[in-house]
C-alpha cells in the first residue's frame, strides 16, 4: 500500500493521541472526502477520479472488515437492569437466568428448616444449595396462577417491605395495570380483617378491598399479612429461602429472598403473566360487548318488524 493511502490512518493515529474524541470525525473526513493529496486542493478532473477512487477504496475496507466486528448492542446482551424494566416471560425462563440471578444461594447450614429438605439441592462451604429443578417448575405453576386470576378480573398486590424491593413491586404493579398494587412501606394490620375501620362502611362494600392473590417477595417480614389472607382465604405467593417453612403460604417459590435481582426475576416474570391475563381478559370483554350489541340490535329489529305486522 503507498504511503499516499495511508495518510487518513496515520492522521487518525496522530490523533487519537492528541485527542480521542475527534479520531471518528478524522477517519470519516479522510476516509470519504479527502483529496488523493490532502495538501493541494481539487483542480483537474483526474484529482476528482481519483477521490472516487480512493473514497470507494476506504468504503469497501470499512465495509469488508465491518462484518468481522461484534454485534451486540445494549438491546441484544444482558445488562443489569433488564431484569426490572425487561423481565422475561413465563416462557422464556430457564435455570440459566435463576442461577445468574443468583436464586439458587439459601442460607447457612445450621439455618436450614426442616420443612425445606425437599427443595435442597445439597451444601457447598456450609451454605445450602436450593435445588432450581424444583424452582423452575413452581415458578412456572405460580405464573399461570397470575395469569389466571387476571383474566378473570381478578386483582393481585405484589409486597416487598424492604427499601430494595419498592421499586420492583411498584414496576410489577404498574406492568399490569389497574387490576394490581403493591405495598412498599409496611402492610397496616388489619387491611384485610378489619376492612370496615381501615377504609370505611361504603368503601368496603361499594369497592374491592379483598385481593384476589398476594405475591410476597419477603414472607418472614410480613407474617402478619400472611395470617390475614390466610383468614380471608386469599391465595398466597412467596419466595421461600431455606430457612423458612415453605408451608406459611400457598405457592411456594424456593428461592433466595434475600437477592434483589432474585426478587426482581420472580416478580418480573409473575406480572409479565399477569399482563398476559389482562390482555386476555379485555379481548373477552370486547368481544362480550360486540356480541351484546348485536343482540340487542337485533332484538330492536325483531320488535320493530312485530310492530309493523300488527299495524
Known sequence: MA???????????????????????????????APHDNSSPLE??????KLQEDRAYFKSI???YGEFGSTQTR?????????????????QLTLSALIAAGAHF????????PNFMPYAYGVRAGITIIDLDQTLPLLRRAANLTRAITSNDGTVVFVGTRPEL???????????????????ERWLPGTLTNKLQMFGPEVSQEQRVTPDLVVFLNPLANMHAIRECAIQHVPTIGIVDSNVDPRIVMYPIPANDESPRTAELIAGVL?????????IYDQNEGRRQLLDSRYRRGRERNAGALLAGLD
Open 62 to 64: 470499512v465495509d469488508f
Open 271 to 279: 406480572s409479565v403473566a399477569g399482563r398476559e391475563g389482562k390482555a
Open 3 to 33: 504511503r499516499s493511502s495511508l495518510q487518513p490512518w496515520l492522521a487518525a493515529s496522530k490523533c487519537l493521541r492528541k485527542n480521542p474524541s475527534q479520531v471518528s470525525r478524522i477517519f470519516a473526513r479522510t476516509a470519504y472526502t
Open 44 to 49: 483537474s478532473g483526474e484529482d476528482w477520479r
Open 106 to 113: 439459601g442460607h447457612s447450614k445450621s439455618l436450614l428448616n
Open 75 to 91: 438491546d441484544n446482551t444482558f445488562q443489569p437492569h433488564h431484569s426490572l424494566h425487561r423481565p422475561l416471560a413465563p416462557s
Open 166 to 184: 419498592r421499586p420492583t413491586v411498584r414496576k410489577a404493579a404498574e406492568r399490569i395495570g389497574g387490576q394490581a398494587f403493591h405495598v412498599g
